[in-house]
DNA sequence: TCTGGGGTCCTAGGACCC
DNA sequence: TCTGGGGTCCTAGGACCC
């Protein structure tokens, strides 16, 4: 049976829902008509670009770049901070809306939704209505664009709504991949991303349609296993169903640039302890203990580091995850000024094994009951209502808020 | 004034066991 | 004391996505 998957992309999402929060409070000015970007707090080196304007991105504003770069390129370019919580919503608003018309749908990050529409035929005649529908609505009720690109598999459908826009719809289907795909520059088939497309240009693969005409075996020795992906991406060629996305390495992390860097050992311990207890708060909400904990750094020239560890039972309790999260990060710390520093816990499972100790007197259980208590205080009275006493932040003075 | 934050997946190499 | 090879698990690092 010949698939049918739609992506739906919100167009320039944190720029877009941004303006849509101003309008609503008010303001008459859309930013979404003029040279705009939302963008990190540059004094606390957050100063990156998240999100462009169409006006911007034509100027050649790009995601992800400085925005002390961006202003270099316009002059006049307008900065507005991002809103996580509001974008959440409307994150939410469009999931539900898109519900309606599939079960089978995955939320692909916090602006993009795959929806698998095989076999349902019977219900909508015309999936390029169906589709140019979607988008109307969306736009009508909510206020903001999406573009929807269709195709026989989630490669395609997302290829399709990579396609001109905003507010448009696009099919890419197993006839159009030649002539509506094999011409773009390598960098644009998803999955290649900078080294991978430096690899493939230094060989003389340029566009999409030289890699889906390569020989495999010229690749091999560059590629490796990936050899295939990568020719079938070009291809079109991609059977991953539409779903949540299952993995045995689930894993929440937190991490921050800090606002200076650091090479204190106790300065950074207290960073930790901040990030570690907010993560095995959020541990405790999705009833998941960690199997492995992960701390990881990057120092003052962006060199990375990660070290981990499997630990013999699965935890969440805020203190005993903050012991191990020590040790890891004590046996590795050479003493570097850091600049970014972080938390994983990862191998998450929702099975609870009590290590049995005769001489421990249940302390482990009296812990996790006040894990809760804390949990429950700081739910009704904010999330900084208990810390404790020895958690004196550094570099701002405020709490670090979590922004997704 | 260079370079955010949260994820997933893959791989090389070492440890360990049989 | 010297030693193969396969399998599995773990760790560190890197690539990619948004």
Redesign the pocket.
Known sequence: MQRIIFHVDVNNAFLSWTAVHMLEKGEKLDIRKIPSIIG?N?ED????V?AKSPIAKRMGIK??T???EA?KICKNLKVYPPEYDFYRKESDIMYEYLCQYTPVIER??I??CFMDLTGTNYLYKDYLKLAYKIKDDIKNNFGFTVNVGIGENKLCA?MASDMEGPDMVHTLYKNEIECKMWHLPIENL????????SKLRSIGINTIGDLAVASPNRLEKYF???TMFLINSANGIDDSPVGR?????????????LKYDVSDFDELKKVLFRQTEELARNLRDIHKYAT?V?VMYKNS??K???????LNVPKNNSIELYKDVIRIFKN?FKGELIR?I?VRF?DLTSVRQVQINLFNDNKEEKESDVDLIVDDINKKFGSVSILPASLKLIGKSERHK???
């Open positions: 990190g540059e080196r957050h100063g990156i998240l995601t992800a400085t925005i002390y202003r692909y990050s602006d993009e997302k998803f999955m290649v991303g900078k080294s991978t497309s490796k296993n990936n996305r299952k993995s045995k390495t689930e894993s929440i992390s937190i991490s921050e640039t492995g992960c020239s962006f990375s580091y990660s070290h981990g560890e499997k590795s970014n972080g990862y979590k922004t997704k």
